[in-house]
C-alpha cells in the first residue's frame, strides 16, 4: 500500500480503526520491513540455506497458537527445518514438531494439510494437548465450520488479543447474530494479529459480517482496505460485497451495476451476485427487470454446480419463468432441481410445481396450441428429467394419442412404446398397478401399427401383450385381432374369433371372410345382424353382400326385404333393376332371337357393370 493511501484511509477512519488499520498493515508486511529485505546477488537460494529457529515465543497465548509467528516468505525454510527436526525428533518433542507443522499450514492456510497432521498427531503433555485443540478449533474456524463447545476452548482464553476474531468466525460459522454483532468491532482488532493468508482469505468474511450487522464504518474501512487488494476488488468477491453495501443503502442502481460485474465470474461470489440480481429483480416485477435477471441466471446457470447455492439459482430462475409465463423452460428447470438434488426438501415441492406444470403443457399440447414439432421437441426435452414420475407415461401416450389422430402412425407407435417401457421400469409393487395402463397402451400400439399397414407387428404386439383384466377389455383386444386377421386376409382366424358386443367393422369383415368360403348361410345371419344392429352403417355394398347370399342360400324371406329396401339405399338404376329382377318369375323361354338375344346380352352387361362398381364380387 503506498504512503498516499495509507494516509487517506487514516484521515476517514475514526480513532478507534487506527489499531485496526495498523494491524493490517502489519499483517500485509507493511510495517515489516525486515520482512521484504532484498538478499545479495551472491547469496545462495532459500531453499538451500540451513534450517533456523523461528523465533521464540514469548507470552502464553503465543505458545498456543500464533499466526504471525512463521514468516511469510519462509515457508521452505520453515518446512525444511521442521522436517530435519522430526527425523531426530522422539516421542514427546516429536508431537510438538508435527503441531509446529500444524501452525505452519495454518499460517499459509493450508486447511487440508493442517487437518491431516494433527489427526495423525497424538499429543502427549497439557501443553500440547491446549495446543492440538487450539490448532484444531482454528482449522475448522478458518475452513467455515463451526466449533462445538466454543466457550472451552483455548481460542477464547481471556489473554488472547484475537479472542475476538475467532469469535466472530464462531459467530458467522454458527449463523449466530447476536455474537457477531458483540464480537465484531474486536473481531477486526484481531485480524491484525494473523497472517498475510489468513487475512486475504478471512477479510471478504469479516467485510460481509460488518455490511449484514449494520457496522457502516468497519464496512467502509473493510471495502477502502480491499481496494489495495486489486485481486479481491478486481474479482467477483469485491464487486459482490460492494454490489451488497449498496442495496443496503438502498442504493439498487449501484448495486445492480456491481452485482452485473461479479455475475461474470465463476465462483461462489458470482454465483451469489446472480441470486442478488434475480432477487432485486423479482422484488421489482416489471418485466423488463424480470427478464434482465432470466439472462443472468440463465448464462450463469452452469458456472457454479452444487450445494445451496445451485438450488438457489435454479429456483430463482423457475420463479422468474412463472413470472414470464414460459412454462417449458420453468419444467425443464424445475427438472434440475428433481434430477440434482433428489434428497433435498427443494425436490420435493418442485415435483409437485413440475405436475401441475406438466398436465398444463400436454393438456395444450393435445390442444394443439403447439406445433407438432415443437411440442416432440419440448417432450423430448422433458423426458430426461420427468421420465420416472408417475404421471408422465399418460402425457406420453396423450402425446400418442394426438400423433395417431393426425396420421402420424410411426411415431403415434413410437410414444406409445415409450410409455410402455416407462411403466415396465417400475418396481414389481408399482407394476402391478399399472396393468390397465399396460394393456390400453398395448391396445393403442397395435391400433396405430394396423392403421400403417404393419398389420404383421399388430398381431404379434395383440399375442404377446398381458391377459385382459376383465370383460370388457377381452371384448376391446378380440375385436381388433379380428381387424388384424382381416388385413392379413386370415379368413379361417377371422371367423373362429367370438364377440360378446361385435362392431360394425368386425361384422363386415366377418360376412367378407364367409362370403369368400361361400357359407352363405352363414354371410345371411351375420349381416342381418349387421343391418339390425347398425342399420345407419349398412350400404349398398353390404346390402348387395346380403342379397346375394340369400339368393344363393334360397332364403327368400331375406331376399324379398332386401330387395324392398334397395331403392332406400342406392340411386342406381340399374343396380336396383337388379335386385328387383332377382323376385321376378322367371320368363317363359321363346326361341332365340337376334333381338332378344341382344337385349338379354344388354341387361347382363349392365347388371356385372353395376356389381363391378359396388367392389362386390361373390
Request: charged share 20%; aromatic share 8%; with cysteine.
Amino acid at each position: 500500500m503506498i504512503v498516499k493511501n495509507k494516509y487517506l484511509f487514516m484521515r476517514i477512519c475514526r480513532p478507534q480503526f487506527f489499531g485496526l488499520f495498523f494491524g493490517f498493515m502489519a499483517g500485509f508486511g507493511v510495517a515489516d520491513a525486515s520482512e521484504v529485505a532484498p538478499i545479495a546477488p551472491t547469496a545462495k537460494p532459500v531453499t538451500s540455506l540451513p534450517a533456523s529457529p523461528a523465533p521464540v515465543r514469548r507470552t502464553e497465548w503465543r505458545q498456543t497458537l500464533d499466526l504471525q509467528h512463521w514468516a511469510t516468505a519462509n515457508f521452505h525454510r520453515d518446512f525444511n527445518g521442521i522436517v530435519a527436526g522430526l527425523s531426530a525428533a522422539h516421542a514427546t518433542d516429536r508431537a510438538g514438531r508435527l503441531l509446529d507443522a500444524a501452525e505452519l499450514y495454518l499460517t499459509h492456510m493450508l486447511l487440508s494439510e493442517a487437518a491431516s497432521t494433527l489427526k495423525g498427531t497424538t499429543p502427549e503433555t497439557a501443553v500440547q494437548i491446549r495446543r492440538h485443540r487450539a490448532l484444531s478449533d482454528a482449522t475448522d474456524l478458518l475452513a467455515g465450520r463451526p466449533v462445538t463447545d466454543f466457550s472451552n476452548s483455548p481460542l477464547g482464553a481471556p489473554e488472547r488479543p484475537d479472542g475476538d476474531f475467532w469469535a466472530s468466525l464462531q459467530a458467522i460459522t454458527a449463523d449466530d447474530t447476536r455474537a457477531l454483532r458483540k464480537n465484531l468491532p474486536g473481531g477486526f482488532t484481531g485480524m491484525g494479529q494473523q497472517s498475510r493468508a489468513v487475512l486475504r482469505a478471512m477479510l471478504p468474511a469479516f467485510t460481509e459480517a460488518a455490511i449484514e450487522t449494520g457496522h457502516k464504518n468497519y464496512a467502509d474501512a473493510a471495502l477502502l482496505l480491499m481496494q489495495e487488494l486489486p485481486d479481491l476488488a478486481d474479482a467477483p468477491v469485491g464487486h459482490f460485497l460492494q454490489g451488497r453495501a449498496q442495496e443496503k443503502r438502498r442504493n439498487e442502481s449501484s448495486a445492480l451495476d456491481a452485482y452485473f460485474r461479479a455475475a461474470k465470474g465463476w465462483d461462489q461470489y458470482a454465483a451469489r451476485a446472480r441470486i442478488a440480481v434475480a432477487d432485486m429483480s423479482l422484488r421489482n416485477g416489471a418485466q423488463g427487470a424480470l427478464l434482465a435477471a432470466q439472462s443472468t441466471l440463465t448464462e450463469g446457470a452452469e458456472a457454479w454446480r452444487g450445494g445451496e447455492y445451485e438450488i438457489q439459482i435454479l429456483n430463482r430462475l423457475a420463479r422468474i419463468h412463472a413470472k414470464t409465463g414460459n412454462e417449458v423452460e420453468g419444467l425443464l428447470t424445475l427438472g434440475k432441481i428433481v434430477t440434482r438434488f433428489p434428497n433435498s426438501a427443494e425436490a420435493d415441492t418442485a415435483q409437485a410445481q413440475a405436475q401441475t406444470l406438466l398436465a398444463k403443457v400436454y393438456t395444450k399440447g393435445a390442444q394443439g396450441a403447439y406445433t407438432l414439432a415443437d411440442w416432440m421437441d419440448v417432450h423430448l426435452r422433458l423426458l430426461p428429467f420427468f421420465r420416472y414420475t408417475p404421471a408422465f407415461p399418460n402425457h406420453t401416450e396423450t402425446l400418442g394419442d394426438y400423433l395417431l389422430a393426425l396420421g402420424a402412425t410411426d411415431l403415434a407407435a413410437q410414444e406409445y412404446r415409450r410409455a410402455i417401457r416407462l411403466l415396465q421400469e417400475r418396481e414389481d409393487s408399482a407394476l402391478s398397478a399399472a396393468a390397465p395402463d399396460l394393456f390400453r397402451l398395448n391396445l393403442s400400439l397395435a391400433a396405430a401399427q394396423k392403421r400403417a399397414g404393419l398389420a404383421d407387428d399388430a398381431q404379434i404386439t395383440l399375442e404377446v401383450m398381458s391377459a385382459a383384466l376383465s370383460a370388457e377389455q377381452a371384448e376391446e383386444h378380440a375385436a381388433l385381432y379380428a381387424a388384424v386377421l382381416s388385413d392379413l386376409g386370415d379368413r379361417a382366424g377371422l371367423i373362429n374369433t367370438n364377440l360378446t358386443s361385435p362392431s360394425a367393422r368386425h361384422l363386415r369383415d366377418l360376412g367378407r371372410a364367409l362370403s369368400e368360403d361361400e357359407k352363405w348361410v352363414q354371410v345371411v345371419d351375420v349381416m342381418r345382424q349387421y343391418w339390425l344392429t347398425f342399420p345407419q352403417e349398412f350400404s349398398v355394398e353390404d346390402a348387395t353382400r346380403l342379397l346375394i347370399a340369400a339368393n344363393r342360400s334360397g332364403d327368400v324371406e331375406t331376399r324379398d326385404r332386401v330387395v324392398n329396401a334397395f331403392p332406400g339405399l342406392t340411386q342406381s338404376e340399374p343396380l336396383v333393376a337388379l335386385a328387383t329382377s332377382l323376385n321376378e318369375v322367371a320368363p317363359v323361354l321363346l326361341p332365340l332371337r337376334a333381338d332378344t338375344a341382344a337385349a338379354r346380352l344388354d341387361k347382363l352387361k349392365s347388371a356385372f357393370e353395376s356389381i363391378k362398381n359396388t367392389g362386390i364380387s361373390p
